[in-house]
């Protein structure tokens, strides 16, 4: 009772010290996802987390940020090298890390009866990418509930369905770990070949029960917030960003699963020797898990050059804002087509489901776009000059990495292209996951603490293009 007594101590004079600090909301929901990061890598270091003598350091803490950061790119397998223990410390790693530190610190200030000040509201607004402070410590719970619920019912479905294969207690936990990993986007698996498993592979249940959860954790619980909104008042009129996010990520959905059929189905390493519904199946997993889940059910090692490429496009778009996904979001590359279009048509504004979109917002597009168009560049070429791999799997690894998706051509189709990597290449895969999963405007931000506006404009100058 006394050593909960003092925890609970140490952590009000840590919030304490959050309150008092100058830091912007930014820096500190930085500082806290590395502070998680290392006590995570700590703890599987601990000599009853690993079923071996060990792990090394960098190995540990790749490991740790890639759970944290719900990435799935893994240089140990996670079944055979990790205990129970082990274990447990990458599910709570991935559901923190799928919630946001913003909802996890909520919560604890809730369990400690602390009030939510300007400050808290304002980290929650950083990470979970809402527009307003209004209503936010009720749209946290109403977070951790979606999640809880869904993550649950898949849990359920999955136990049944590996129940069959296996004992129910262990049925269980693969059901709840495959539940929790899949809703948060995270791509960690129990099992060595991920679901590239013969008796998975074409699951009817297992996949469309994975691909459901990766779905509903990466539409954004922006999306549910407005759906329950609606269902509450009186009229059903949804809001333009939740039309243009389900409408951008059917259309990537539909649009990913044609183009890997048909840049696969010749494919004899993979699609061809399917039947017609096994090849559509396949690739609807595919479409859906590149954009940040990371799991697989064919060895993503064996695919064409071509569809290699087609997977990077998906995994730098990734999911949408809010939601457990990275990636620069189905919104921004839905405002960017949009204001090409414009353009094109000689439209002075951005228009979508006739309503404006603010200059500022588009701008803020392009510029988060080509922040991640130039992390993806810089690592990629960065890592090809340090390491003997192929051009295009490092750069599929590194888009891996920034979107946070952990899809790799990996190493026999069982670790991570990343595990093949030296030390010095693993720690810039570690920064490459840490910078996609904070999102490279909210890096861009991090030393601003406030907006200047400035009184005057200079004189307008023609610059030619084109």
Known sequence: MEQALTYRGVARKALDWVRESRYTSTQIVIGA????????????????????????????????????????????????????????????GMQIGGLGYSATATLLLLALGRRIGLRERMMMMEVLNTLSMEGLVRFVKVIVAITLI???VGALILTIRFSFDMDVLRAFYFGVFHAVSAFNNAGFSLFSENFA??????????NLTITTLIVLGGIGFL??????????????????????????????????TVGIWAFEVQNEKTLAPMSFGNQILV?????????????????????????????????????????????????????????????????????????????????????????????????????????????????????????????STGNGGVLSLSGLFSDFGKFIII????LGRLGPLTIGLFAIRSHEDLHYRYPEARVVIG
Request: net charge positive; glycine share 10%.
């Open 33 to 92: 996802f590395l502070a998680l990061i290392l006590v995570g890598t700590l703890l599987l270091m601990l000599p009853f987390a690993t079923t071996g003598p060990g792990i090394r350091f960098v190995d540990a803490l790749f490991t740790m940020t890639s759970a944290i950061c719900v990435t799935g790119l893994i240089v140990l397998d996670t079944p055979k090298d990790f205990t129970l223990f082990g274990q447990l410390v990458i599910l709570l």
């Open 150 to 152: 869904v993550e649950g």
């Open 197 to 206: 498993l013969l008796a998975y592979r074409t699951d009817l249940i297992v």
């Open 223 to 256: 999306v549910y917030r407005d759906i329950l909104e609606n269902l509450r008042g009186q009229r059903f009129r949804l809001s333009t960003h939740t039309k243009l996010a389900v409408l951008v990520s059917v259309l990537l959905i539909v649009g990913g």
């Open 283 to 407: 690739a609807y997993f595919h479409s859906i898990s590149a954009r940040t889940a990371g799991f697989n059910t064919i060895d993503i090692g064996l695919v064409s050059t071509a569809t290699l490429y087609f997977l990077i496009l998906l995994m730098i778009i990734g999911a949408s804002p809010g939601g457990t996904g990275g990636g620069i979001k189905t919104t921004t590359f839905g405002i960017i087509c949009a204001a090409i279009w414009a353009t094109l048509k000689g439209q002075a504004d951005v228009m979508m489901f006739h309503r404006r979109i603010p200059q500022e917002i588009v701008h803020k597009a392009f510029v988060l776009s080509a922040l991640a168009f130039g992390l993806v560049t810089g690592f990629t070429m960065m890592l090809s000059y340090l390491e003997d791999q192929k051009f295009i799997r490092i750069m599929f690894e590194v888009a891996s990495a920034a979107g946070t998706v952990g899809l």
């Open 431 to 434: 920064i490459t996951m840490f």
